[in-house]
């Protein structure tokens, strides 16, 4: 229950309105204790003035302070102060607690000369000691209280009424979405990738399903891509290994002999198999990113030339024409030198796997910025536009028959890409059914 997310927007709610509610009483109340505070203050000097008053009518009345002594302590006890009050010899003429009646005043305390209502000079003077004050505080507090308190306690059950609705409609507005998101991931738990939520609202809830979404998206992706993935690599080791058991029962059966044409077959149903394995282990590591690199400057356009020269029987034995076009100066380029010419030999093989006899392939480097791009075009088959986006996912292939006539098992292009990322490189397509095709990849030149 205090984990939910009412249950912290009604306690959020009632924690503000305590805080306004306590801090509005607090300004209130020291504001009506400085209020009543000066009121004393000039209630006071009122009395003082209007005894001083008082004292020197009687004083021009009598033209003497005798008999003033019962007026005194009167005053002292109507008003709650020491009254003293001294001739101009210092002779104590009166006191409101009686006791230094008659004798000379011989405290340090100073007085309030007073002066006659008509004249000058002085008839005495009056000292007036106020005492203790009453408790300001604590009438301060009770005013506060008794004037705005009871308006506090209803406004208070008023603002916690509203703010208990207020949690039910807001909670039900926010929760809505996060409930939908929960709903989504228990599912995504189950294995349904498919599930979306509304991302249609604003806000920090709205770029959270939109990201969700996005993620969703991904999931599915990537599953689809493991269940197709798992789904290929059984087609490809099925085909050597159904090749490899049929020579093998032939031969035990006696139908065919173990001559040096068999054994050629099996070897090269046993070679399929190793470079599938092999490849499969590359992209393996490269997706951990485990794949040891040996980095240092290379000449590219040697590593160029050495490639295309390795493929050019191949090339030749299909009627293709293979060559370079290589820039003179081209800089050296920080990279493993065996994985980019494996990048390279990946390339050529697809394009002479999908260019038809008397075609051309074409390997050209060029200088740009802090990189060299480098170019393999032929003059083949071309990709559909639908199939460019995909060239490079593993295990995909434009021909759907899958036929070995038209290439490998659908991972060279893949581990181009992982190779030539790994250098902190990238590598992109441009293609023209019909027409041929263009694979670019960049390499970092040596600073």
Known sequence: MIHSLNFRLLAAFALVIIVIIGSVFFFTYHTTRGEI??????VELMQDKRMELELSRYHQVLRSWEGVQPFVVQWGKLYGRRII???????????SDETLLGSPYTEAEPGQPMSPMMGTGTIGVLRISHGESPDINRAALQITYRTIGHFFLWAGLLAVGIALLLTFILSRRILAPVKALSSAAREFGKGNFSRRVDSKGKGEVGELARSFNSMADNLEHTERLRRDMVADVAHELR?????LRGYLEAIKDAVIKPDEATIHSLNEEASTLSRLIDDLQELSLADAG????????EDVSRLIKETVTALQAKAAAKGLTISADLPDGLPEVNIDSHRIRQVLHNLLENAVA????GGRITVTARHRDDKVYISVADTGEGIPADDLPMVFERFYRVDKSRARATGGSGLGLTIARRLVEAHGGTIDVESQPGQGSTFTFTLPIQT
């Open 37 to 42: 505070s000066r009121f004393g203050e000039r």
């Open 239 to 243: 085909t050597p290994l159904s090749n």
């Open 354 to 357: 999908h260019t038809g006899q």
């Open 85 to 95: 009050l001294t001739d101009n010899e210092g002779t104590v003429v009166a006191d």
């Open 290 to 297: 485990e794949l040891k690199l040996i980095i240092q400057p």
